[in-house]
Nanobody, 115 residues
Framework: QVQLVESGGGLVQAGGSLTLSCGASESIFSSSHMSWYRQAPGKQRELVATISTNYYTNYADSVKGRFTISRANAKNTVYLQMNSLKPEDTAVYYC?????????WGQGTQVTVSS
């Protein structure tokens, strides 16, 4: 059974930092493109950042220069380092794995940024 488990969310003041982690099943991680999505209340889920199997990264314009996605294949873990957080970054953050056209999702972790 494929599992994605996020951690690291919480409450932080504007301007602060958080690092999210997502552990994945060993069977899929190294062959999966990994992404972070987020969903704020009343809004659609949106792509935040992606890292491919060959470490190519892509970011939403709203987080460029502030967030960094990385992966550690030896640990089956993807990270999202979030700096200079803004209240508009408040959302549930979801880890996503895409492998051979199949999508897998974590349960989400709440990030709340206070002004």
């Amino acid at each position: 059974q494929v599992q994605l488990v996020e951690s690291g969310g919480g409450l932080v003041q504007a301007g602060g930092s958080l690092t999210l982690s997502c552990g994945a099943s060993e069977s899929i991680f190294s062959s999966s493109h990994m992404s972070w999505y987020r969903q704020a209340p009343g809004k659609q889920r949106e792509l935040v950042a992606t890292i491919s199997t060959n470490y190519y990264t892509n970011y939403a314009d709203s987080v460029k220069g502030r967030f960094t996605i990385s992966r550690a294949n030896a640990k089956n873990t993807v990270y999202l380092q979030m700096n200079s957080l803004k209240p508009e970054d408040t959302a549930v953050y979801y880890c996503n794995a895409q492998r051979f056209g199949i999508l897998y999702w974590g349960q989400g972790t709440q990030v709340t940024v206070s002004s």
